[in-house]
C-alpha cells in the first residue's frame, strides 16, 4: 500500500510540478486598415458567395475541376509534406514517452561449477550481482563442492526520470507545434500546386484560344487571296498583290503550327502535376474563359488567419518558444526513480518461493555544477533561434500583404487595358473591312488591306494576352488569399496528441 502511495505521489509531483521557460504569446505582425489597391475600384464580377472550399469552382470548368482534384490525391510534392506532418506528428508521441516510466523484464539461466575444492569459480547474471544475492551449500544452489549447478532467474524493472521542472511538457508542446508546421506547410504545398496547376490550365487554354485566332485568321487571308487571285484574272489586280497575300496566308499556317510546341509543354506540366505521366494525359482543346472572377480580399488582418504559409510561420514561433523552457530546464536537477524486483534461484520448479524473492528500490537526483557556461550559451542560442522565426513571421506576413496589393493591382489594371484593348479590336475589325471595300472598288491599294489585316491580328493576340493575364492574376489573387484555407483547419493540439495513443 506504501508503495502505491508513493508512486501516486511521484505521479502528482511528475505532473503538476512547474514548467520553466517563457509561455508563449504570438508577437504582433504587421498590418493595414485596407488594401490601397481596393480605393476606388470596384471588381467587376466579385463571387462573395463562393464556395471557400474548392475555390477553382469560381471558373466553373469541369476540365479544371477534374484536374484539380488529382492534386491532393497523386501530387508527390503534396505527398511528400503529407509525410512530413505525419513524421512530425510521430514525435509527439515520441516526446510523450518520456513522461511515463520505462518497464522492462529479464528472464535468464545460469550453468556454473565449482573449483573442486580449491573454492568456487562461477558465472553468474548481473541481476544477481546487483541484488546481493548469493547462493548457499543447501538447495543445489552451489557452493564449494565442486558440482555444476544451474541458476535460475526472472526479474521486472522500471525507470521513471521525473518531469518536475517541464522539460518533456516543453519537448512535446514544441513537437505538438512542429505537427502542425508540417500541416501548415502541408496545405500550402497544396495551395501552390494547385495554383500552379489554374495557371498552366489558363495557359493551356490561351494557347488554344490562340490556334483557334490563328485558324480564323488563316481563313481570312485565305478568302482574301482568292479575291486578289480573281482580281488578277480579271485583269484589275497585279501579280505581286496576288504574291503577297499568299505569303501572308503562309506566314499565318507557319504561326499556326508553332502555337502546338507551347500548348503540348502546359500539358505536360499539369500532367506533372496531377502524379500523371505525360504519356497518361491529354486535354482537348477548349475556349479560353471570358469571364474573370474576382474575390472579395477582406480586411488585411484577417489575411493572418487565412493563409497557411502565415500560419506555418506562427507556429514554428511557439515551437522555437517552448525549446527555449527545454534548455532553462537544463538548469535543473534530473529527478529519477528506479526499482527491480524478481527471483532467483535454484531448482526451476521452486523459482517463485518468498526464499528466491530479491527486490531494490532507489531514488537519484543528478545535478551539473560547471558546464563552462554551456547551458548559458544553449539557452542564448535558442532565444535567438526565437527572435530568428519572429521576424520570419513578420517577414512572412508582408510578403502576403504585396502579393495581394499586386494582384489587385494586376487585375484593376488588366481590366481597364482589356477595355481598351476591346475597343482597338473593333476598329481595326472596321479599318480591315473598309479598305477591303476600298481595294475592291480600286480606290485602294492591296497593301493598305494588308497593313489592316496585321493590326487587326496584332491587336486580336494583344487581347487574347490581356484576357490570359486577367485569369492568372485572378488565381494569384486566390492564392494570395489562401484559396478558401483558415487557421481552423490547423489539428488542434489535443488531436495531434491524441493520434499518439499512451497504451496501442
Known amino acids: 500500500m506504501r508503495r502505491v502511495s508513493a508512486a501516486a505521489v511521484a505521479l502528482a509531483v511528475s505532473v503538476g510540478g512547474c514548467t520553466v521557460g517563457p509561455d508563449y504569446q504570438r508577437p504582433d505582425a504587421p498590418t493595414s486598415a485596407s488594401f490601397k489597391e481596393l480605393s476606388g475600384w470596384k471588381p467587376a464580377q466579385p463571387q462573395d458567395a463562393t464556395d471557400k472550399g474548392d475555390w477553382w469552382a469560381v471558373y466553373h470548368d469541369p476540365e479544371l475541376d477534374r484536374l484539380e482534384r488529382m492534386v491532393a490525391v497523386s501530387n508527390q510534392t503534396v505527398k511528400e509534406f503529407e ?26 539461466v545460469t550453468r556454473s561449477s565449482g573449483g573442486g575444492g580449491h573454492g568456487s569459480s562461477s558465472s553468474s547474471s548481473s541481476s544477481l550481482a546487483s541484488s ?57 504545398a497544396e495551395l501552390s500546386a494547385q495554383a500552379t496547376l ?43 498583290d496576288m504574291v503577297t497575300a499568299r505569303a501572308q496566308l503562309q506566314g499565318a499556317e507557319a504561326q499556326l503550327v508553332g502555337v502546338g510546341v507551347q500548348r503540348q509543354q502546359f500539358e505536360h506540366a499539369i500532367a506533372m502535376l496531377t502524379g500523371h505521366a505525360p504519356a497518361d494525359l491529354t486535354i482537348a482543346p477548349a475556349p479560353l474563359a471570358s469571364a474573370v472572377p474576382v474575390l472579395p ?36 536537477p534530473d529527478i529519477s526513480l528506479s526499482a527491480l524486483g524478481g527471483f532467483i534461484g535454484s531448482p526451476l520448479s521452486q523459482l517463485f518461493t518468498v526464499a528466491n524473492r530479491v527486490w531494490s528500490l532507489g531514488a537519484s537526483a543528478s545535478e551539473t555544477l560547471f558546464s563552462g557556461g554551456a547551458r548559458t550559451a544553449a539557452v542564448a542560442a535558442a532565444r535567438a533561434t526565437y527572435d530568428q522565426f519572429v521576424a520570419v513571421y513578420r517577414q512572412t506576413v508582408l510578403t502576403a500583404f504585396q502579393q495581394v496589393e499586386d494582384a489587385l493591382s494586376s487585375l ?10 476591346a475597343i482597338a479590336v473593333d476598329s481595326a475589325r472596321q479599318a480591315v473591312q473598309a479598305t477591303l471595300n476600298g481595294y475592291l472598288a480600286g480606290t485602294v491599294a492591296y497593301t493598305s488591306v494588308i497593313t489592316e489585316q496585321t ?4 491587336d486580336q493576340q494583344a487581347a487574347l494576352a490581356i484576357q490570359q493575364s486577367r485569369l492568372v492574376a485572378s488565381v494569384a489573387l486566390i492564392e494570395a488569399l489562401g484559396g478558401g484555407w483558415s487557421t481552423t483547419a490547423l489539428p488542434a493540439p489535443e488531436l495531434v496528441r491524441e493520434a499518439n495513443p499512451v497504451f496501442p
Open 132 to 188: 546481493g544475492f548469493t547462493t548457499g551449500s543447501g538447495g543445489g544452489t552451489g557452493g564449494g563442492s565442486g558440482g555444476p549447478t544451474t541458476l535460475y532467474s526472472i526479474e521486472g524493472d522500471a525507470a521513471w526520470d521525473l518531469d518536475v521542472w517541464g522539460r518533456v511538457r516543453r519537448q512535446i508542446e514544441s513537437n505538438v507545434a512542429g505537427a502542425q508546421v508540417s500541416a501548415g506547410d502541408l496545405a500550402n
Open 455 to 458: 493590326t487587326l491580328l496584332t
Open 198 to 240: 489554374a495557371t498552366d490550365y489558363f495557359d493551356l487554354r490561351s494557347e488554344d484560344a490562340l490556334e483557334q485566332l490563328l485558324r480564323d485568321t488563316a481563313d481570312a487571308f485565305r478568302r482574301a487571296l482568292q479575291i486578289v487571285t480573281n482580281q488578277y484574272h480579271a485583269g484589275t489586280a497585279a501579280s505581286t
Open 83 to 108: 509525410a512530413q506532418y505525419r513524421n512530425a506528428v510521430a514525435l509527439v508521441g515520441e516526446a510523450r514517452a518520456g513522461l511515463f516510466p520505462t518497464v522492462g523484464v529479464t528472464g535468464g
Open 297 to 332: 480580399p477582406g480586411l488585411p488582418s484577417e489575411l493572418l488567419e487565412r493563409r497557411p504559409d502565415i500560419a506555418a510561420a506562427e507556429r514554428q514561433m511557439q515551437e522555437e518558444n517552448a525549446l527555449i523552457g527545454v534548455q532553462v530546464a537544463a538548469f535543473y
Open 412 to 421: 484593376r489594371i488588366l481590366e481597364q487595358q482589356a477595355a481598351a484593348q
